[in-house]
């Protein structure tokens, strides 16, 4: 459909004040067409630009849908930030909200074009609503100027809590409203009312007074009560309520009127779509605060690992990747005096934060105790002292194993608190687990640590060690079987570069949604 209406028409002010706040805020290169002719789209914004061109076909471009039809075209061209893609669907929607709005005020415009006041009030609402992003400020005007047409005494704006599901006190005019919370289950409240209801609601003369007493509102005999419930539509769904307007007495006396519901029902409505305009943005900037804070968790817990290009490739290499943005999963190398290399891995029961907190301090009691004591055991005992009182507060605990191999001479020493993924390949790919000799830590007594002794032939063993979540989510029928495609990988690609093997046991087929599965760990060691 090819638009007869002018560019100022469709570009209300209000709607290029927001595209130059979203602009300027996200750093984006926005612009906005219309199909006036078929032969090429009309720009739209910015305005005054000498050559536009045409949209480009490498841009990110959204449909703008309006009332009668017509799609605008919002084009946002590239390079766009990485909080720039989720803002501008923020913003195609806010865009399809203010249109909406704009034909809200077109049809009542000309359903009571006699009221000129009323009209002034409306167009200067929706542009109070465009110009600001604060809505606690937006509605303070708006209910100051709403109060002055209508020749309201008093007034209040109450607007739903998403945190706890009470209506708040946004803006008053005049004195003596209560500032709440109010709890919309409340028993005599008008405004509670109004909300369960969903419908305005109009008080005067002898019914007003016993109501207004039980309700607390600061009304006069005599008054008039006006209140009507904030609407919002959203494009898909059922209608819900979000707020209630409040209109109380009026300066030149009688009651408020029918046609006064009506204009402060289309002002509502209009309040309504700010109001969740302002919700969706704030969720829009909340998610990308916490994407950046989890991107920033991330990498700060993976730099707590020792970089593995510290050592060579062909001999050592290391693997993590957390079911989250952070992990329990944890390993750590340690070179010893005499030749003596040291090789622990952890998985901390659970993930996310709560098992990322400990995966950190183990990180750091076993820096201190591997560099303060040689015998593994010592090395668990002091960990598991230094991390008792985290792991019954949490209520977690974590398997451990921790080797010192020693090429000069030729054995492997280890103590091993509960974790089951430890194997011993020799030269012909033949796998001798390494069995755990005690509990997992924080289950069992700190000082009861063992260590075993066993033969290790420099250049031609393999230390192979890895988590539950890399065998467990294997595309197989057991969780044995899991561990076993594992081992058998491992044993067959011995020879290949250690760094080869850790890759090629993450590339292992997964099983259902790898984001469901639990952290991944892989250590591979050939001394």
């Avoid at 050592?311 to 952070?326: I, L, W, Y």
Wanted: aromatic share 6%; proline share 7%.
């Amino acid at each position: 459909m090819i638009l007869e209406r002018s560019s100022r028409e469709l570009l209300p002010e209000a709607v290029s004040q927001i595209l130059s706040e979203f602009a300027r805020e996200f750093r984006l290169d926005l612009h906005l067409w219309v199909p006036l002719d078929r032969e090429r789209p009309h720009h739209l914004f910015p305005r005054d630009l000498p050559d536009p061109g045409e949209p480009r076909s490498d841009a990110l471009l959204l449909s703008v849908p309006l009332r009668n039809g017509t799609e605008l075209l919002l084009e946002v061209r590239h390079p766009i930030p990485e909080a720039g893609r989720s803002a501008s669907h923020v913003l195609r929607t806010t865009l399809e909200h203010l249109y909406e709005n704009a034909e809200e005020i077109r049809f009542f415009t000309y359903e009571v074009s006699e009221r000129y006041e009323e009209i002034n009030l409306l167009y200067s609402i929706a542009e109070t609503l465009g110009s600001l992003l604060r809505m606690r400020d937006a509605a303070r005007l708006i209910l100051t100027e709403v109060c002055e047409v209508m020749g309201a005494r008093r007034g209040a704006l109450w607007v739903l809590s998403p945190d706890d599901g009470e209506l708040r006190l946004e803006a008053s005019v005049g004195s003596g409203e209560k500032e709440g919370p109010l709890s919309i289950s409340h028993a005599t409240s008008i405004t509670a009312l109004v909300f369960r209801d969903g419908r305005p609601l109009i008080l005067s003369g002898d019914r007003l007074d016993p109501v207004a007493e039980a309700a607390g509102l600061p009304a006069e005999r005599g008054d008039s009560i006006l209140s009507v419930p904030i609407r919002y539509t959203p494009p898909y769904g059922e209608p819900r309520t979000v707020g209630v307007i409040n209109l109380i007495g009026r300066r030149r006396g009688g009651r408020f009127m029918a046609s006064d519901q009506k204009l402060l029902s289309a002002i509502a409505s209009q309040v309504g779509a700010a109001l969740e305009n302002q919700r969706l943005m704030e969720e829009s900037l909340e998610q990308e605060r916490v994407g950046r804070e989890m991107e920033l968790a991330h990498n700060l817990q993976m730099k707590l690992l020792p970089a593995t290009d510290a050592f060579d490739p062909e001999r050592v290499a290391a693997r993590v990747e957390p079911a989250e943005s952070v992990g329990g999963d944890f390993y750590q190398f340690f070179r010893l005096p005499g030749d003596r290399f040291g090789v622990m891995i952890g998985d901390v029961s659970s993930h996310g934060f709560p098992a990322a907190l400990i995966m950190a301090l183990s990180l750091s009691a076993a820096t201190i105790y591997a560099s303060a004591v040689e015998a593994p055991d010592e090395v668990l005992s002091g960990m598991a002292e230094s991390l008792q009182d985290e792991l019954e507060t949490t209520e977690m605990y974590l398997t451990l194993f921790y080797g010192v191999l020693d090429p000069v001479a030729g054995e492997l020493v280890y103590a091993n608190a509960g974790h089951p993924h430890a194997f011993l390949l020799d030269a012909k790919g033949t796998a001798a687990r390494l069995p755990a000799l005690d509990p997992p830590m924080g289950i069992a007594d700190p000082s009861g640590y063992h260590a075993r002794r066993v033969p290790w032939h420099p250049g031609e063993d393999l230390l192979l060690l890895f988590t539950d979540g890399l065998s467990d989510t294997l595309n197989l029928t057991s969780r044995v079987a899991g561990e076993q495609k594992v081992v058998e990988t491992a044993a067959r690609m011995r020879d290949v570069p250690a760094r080869d093997l850790v890759a090629a046991l993450f590339a292992l087929e997964r099983e259902g949604n790898p984001a469901e599965g639990d952290d991944r760990t892989a250590v591979v060691v050939r001394l």
